[in-house]
C-alpha cells in the first residue's frame, strides 16, 4: 500500500492566488514527521517545511503552510499568495522509524506539477 | 556551505559497465541515504546508513552496492549497469533532529 499519496499529478494556479496541494498518508507509528520539498526544473531538492505527528499547532514558514489533519491523516501544503517562482515539482515525505529504530528515511509521494499562470 | 556534494554530475555508459557515485556532506551527519527518482515514481530509497559502518537496504536495492567510506562519505557502485538503472540518483545525509534529508544537487544517469 502507498504510504503517502499525492493525488494531483498537475495542479495550475493564477499568480496570487492561494493554492493546496493534497498529500495523505498512512502509518501505524504514533511518532512520525511530515516533509513537503519543492523542486524547480533545475533539479535540486528544496526543503519547505516540517509537521511533526505531535506538534498542536499547523507548521508555517513564510508562504507556506501545512494544513495537518491527523484524524484524516492529511498534510495539504498551502502556499499564499502564488509567484511564478512557485512553478515546481512539490513532494509531500513522511519520516517514520525503521523497526531497529536506528534511522530516519523519508517515503515520498509521486509529486504534484504545479505551475503559476501569469 | 558546500552541504552535500555529489559527482559526477552526469554519466553515460553502456549496458554491463560499472561505475561509482561519490557522496561527501560537511554537516557532521550520522546518517547517509542513496535515492534514486524516476517520473511519476517521487524518490525510492536504495540503500542508506544509519551511522558509519552499517548500511542498509532500501525499496529498490537490487544492482546496486554502497560503502560508507567514513562519516563523510556515502558512495554508491553499479557493478553491471542495465538501461532500467538509467535514473537520476540523489544522496542525502539527515540530522538526529526532525530527520530533514539535506540532499546533493542529484547525478543523471543514463544507461545505453
Known amino acids: 500500500a502507498q504510504k503517502i499519496t499525492q493525488t494531483q499529478p498537475g495542479m495550475f494556479v493564477q499568480e496570487k492566488e492561494a493554492v493546496t496541494l493534497d498529500c495523505t498518508y498512512d502509518t501505524s507509528d504514533q511518532s512520525y514527521g511530515l516533509f513537503w520539498y519543492k523542486q524547480p526544473s533545475s533539479g535540486e531538492m528544496i526543503f519547505l517545511i516540517y509537521?511533526?505527528?505531535?506538534?498542536?499547532q499547523n507548521a508555517t514558514e513564510g508562504r507556506y503552510s501545512l494544513n495537518f489533519q491527523k484524524a484524516r491523516k492529511s498534510a495539504n501544503l498551502v502556499i499564499s499568495a502564488s509567484q511564478l517562482g512557485d512553478s515546481a515539482m512539490y513532494f509531500c515525505a513522511m519520516r517514520e522509524r525503521f523497526s531497529s529504530g536506528s534511522a530516519r528515511q523519508l517515503t515520498f509521494g509521486s509529486g504534484t506539477q504545479l505551475t503559476v499562470l501569469p | 556551505n558546500a552541504g552535500v556534494t555529489q559527482t559526477p554530475k552526469f554519466q553515460v555508459l553502456k549496458t554491463g559497465q560499472s561505475m561509482t557515485l561519490q557522496c561527501a556532506q560537511d554537516m557532521n551527519h550520522n546518517s547517509m541515504y542513496w535515492y534514486r527518482q524516476d517520473p511519476g515514481m517521487g524518490l525510492r530509497l536504495i540503500y542508506y546508513?544509519?551511522?558509519?559502518?552499517?548500511?542498509d537496504k532500501g525499496e529498490v536495492p537490487n544492482g546496486y552496492n554502497v560503502s560508507r567510506l567514513n562519516k563523510r562519505e556515502f558512495s554508491l557502485r553499479l557493478e553491471s549497469a542495465a538501461p532500467s538503472q538509467t535514473s537520476v540518483y540523489f544522496c542525502?545525509?539527515?540530522?538526529?533532529?526532525?530527520?530533514?534529508?539535506?540532499f546533493g544537487e542529484g547525478s543523471r544517469l543514463t544507461v545505453l
Open positions: 542525502a545525509s539527515s540530522d538526529q533532529g526532525t530527520g530533514e534529508l539535506f
Open positions: 509537521q511533526g505527528s505531535y506538534d498542536e
Open positions: 546508513s544509519a551511522s558509519e559502518g552499517t548500511t
